[in-house]
């Protein structure tokens, strides 16, 4: 039977066998090879290229002077907003006029629109550019430090 050979990558003097189609040898063998399947035969051309920075954030500090609180943030990213909400994962649980953005200072003051909440658990949530929470910290409305 003719077995079909192919020249070596690294040294075109030597040969290797392969079964035809997508066959693979069996009786008598003391090596067994897969054959030439894509796994064995396809190399990757992988680019690396530097991206865009992942932008982060990390809740440093949260203080109450009465319905006010004030949240310190460190972050990369100067748009990402601050929200105050009776639940984390929902917008409309938020107990503020509106979410602040950080800006470059990394510090927010925001203001509970309703002293029903106050002694209310509640959480401080760092949203990003879409609205999605990157970062939360449970919190009780007005707590004194």
Same mark, same amino acid.
């Given at each position: 039977?003719?077995?079909?050979? $192919?020249?070596?990558?690294?040294?075109?003097?030597?040969?290797?066998?392969?079964?035809?189609?997508?066959?693979? $040898?069996?009786?008598?063998?003391?090596?067994?090879?897969?054959?030439?399947?894509?796994?064995?035969?396809?190399?990757?051309?992988?680019?690396?290229?530097?991206?865009?920075?992942? %932008? $982060?954030? %990390?809740?440093? %500090?949260?203080?109450?002077?009465?319905?006010?609180?004030?949240?310190?943030?460190?972050?990369?990213?100067?748009?990402?907003?601050?929200?105050?909400?009776?639940?984390?994962?929902?917008?409309?649980? /938020?107990?503020?006029?509106?979410?602040?953005? &950080?800006? !470059? /200072?990394?510090? &927010? /003051?925001?203001?509970?629109?309703?002293?029903?909440?106050?002694?209310?658990?509640? /959480?401080?949530? &760092?949203?990003?550019?879409?609205?999605?929470?990157?970062? !939360?910290?449970?919190?009780?409305?007005?707590?004194?430090?």
């Amino acid at each position: 039977m003719a077995v079909p050979t $192919f020249p070596w990558y690294w040294n075109e003097n030597v040969r290797i066998v392969s079964p035809p189609g997508i066959a693979c $040898f069996r009786a008598g063998e003391r090596y067994t090879h897969g054959g030439v399947s894509p796994q064995e035969c396809v190399v990757p051309d992988l680019i690396v290229e530097r991206g865009v920075e992942a %932008s $982060f954030a %990390s809740i440093q %500090s949260v203080q109450w002077r009465g319905m006010r609180c004030k949240v310190r943030v460190e972050t990369n990213d100067p748009g990402f907003q601050i929200d105050l909400r009776t639940n984390w994962k929902q917008a409309a649980t /938020s107990i503020v006029a509106a979410a602040k953005p &950080v800006g !470059s /200072s990394g510090e &927010v /003051s925001l203001a509970v629109v309703d002293d029903k909440y106050e002694g209310a658990a509640a /959480s401080v949530v &760092v949203l990003d550019a879409g609205g999605k929470v990157v970062v !939360s910290q449970t919190t009780c409305v007005g707590e004194k430090a």
